[in-house]
């Protein structure tokens, strides 16, 4: 079979389909007629904008203006993809459509989003499973479902890894760190991360547990009451080293109304010119940390 009978096939397969119409694929520029490339997707045509891929996708867009035989054919083949999520992609993309990423959405398109290198779009899913990971936190740690939680990390920080989400990933090495140790090394090795993630973990552990024993030898001298006094200007003026340690001493011993305080200092101290402590600051528990950012 030559080629022309190759595309003649591949047009005919692409109208069957219409007519069995297993989706509605119209939404993506054939009703309002902007409409000029297919994609197609497991037997399915998809008519599709190639502005709106171009705009969204260097990938896409090398293809529409290099030598590629899909630039003269309008037909833009994709092996491989499922179809759901190619659809779910390109509701993300469309202007007019916009749907919201969620946590599932984020997952069904990241690989596509990495594949055809649309940074927009793995930002917004970036920026959801955070959201999602410290939600996850607040359900399941706190309530004591630890187990489950190391697994939620994990799973993030094995797509981090694979997909290029830097700041997911730091995020996942930080709650990480906080394991217990038999369940740090369960995981790390059952997703057999590498010896790099491995080695990140365990030192921000070891530096964590360093300070706390430091912290611990401090409140020796205190009653939980006097954590307090660390906040007080007239007595540790400007002093942050003094701050931060009464911020991890309020978190660990201190009620409410006192870790109230300690957030907002150093809230305080961030945000003035004075602050330069940021890798103790990046030593913190992510949920002290989270607490300060929100």
């Keep these: 079979m030559d080629a022309m009978d190759d595309e003649e096939e591949c047009y005919t397969n692409m109208s069957k389909d219409k007519i069995i119409g297993r989706v509605d694929v119209s939404m993506f520029g054939e009703k309002t007629g902007i409409a000029d490339v297919n994609l197609l997707v497991d037997g399915q045509s998809i008519p599709v904008s190639r502005s709106v891929l171009s705009i969204t996708s260097p990938v896409f867009r090398a293809m529409f203006q290099g030598d590629f035989k899909e630039r003269v054919q309008g037909v833009i083949p994709l092996p491989g993809k499922n179809l759901d999520d190619v659809l779910t ?81 730091q995020c996942c090495i930080s709650l990480a760190a906080d394991f217990k140790h038999r369940e740090r090394k369960r995981y790390m090795l059952s997703y057999q991360f590498s010896a790099d993630i491995v080695k990140q973990i365990d030192e921000l552990a070891i530096s964590r547990l360093e300070i706390r024993y430091d912290d611990l030898s401090a409140i020796s001298r205190f009653e939980v009451f006097d954590i307090r006094k660390l906040f007080n200007s007239s007595l540790y003026p400007k002093d942050i080293d003094t701050h931060m340690r009464g911020l991890r001493l309020a978190y660990s011993f201190a009620l409410d109304d006192i870790k109230k305080l300690a957030v907002s200092t150093i809230r305080a101290d961030k945000n003035s010119k004075n602050w330069s402590h940021d890798e103790m600051y990046n030593l913190l528990p992510e949920n002290i940390k989270r607490d300060i950012e929100c």
């Design 89 to 169: 992609l390109l509701k993300c993309i469309y202007p007019d459509i916009m749907m919201t990423v969620t946590e599932s959405v984020a997952l069904a398109v990241l690989p596509l989003a990495e594949e055809y290198q649309m940074t927009l779009l793995k930002t917004k899913c970036e920026d959801t499973l955070l959201q999602s990971i410290g939600q996850k936190f607040d359900d399941q740690k706190v309530k004591g479902g630890d187990m489950q939680y190391c697994a939620n990390v994990s799973d993030f920080l094995d797509l981090s890894n694979r997909l290029s989400l830097p700041r997911l990933k």
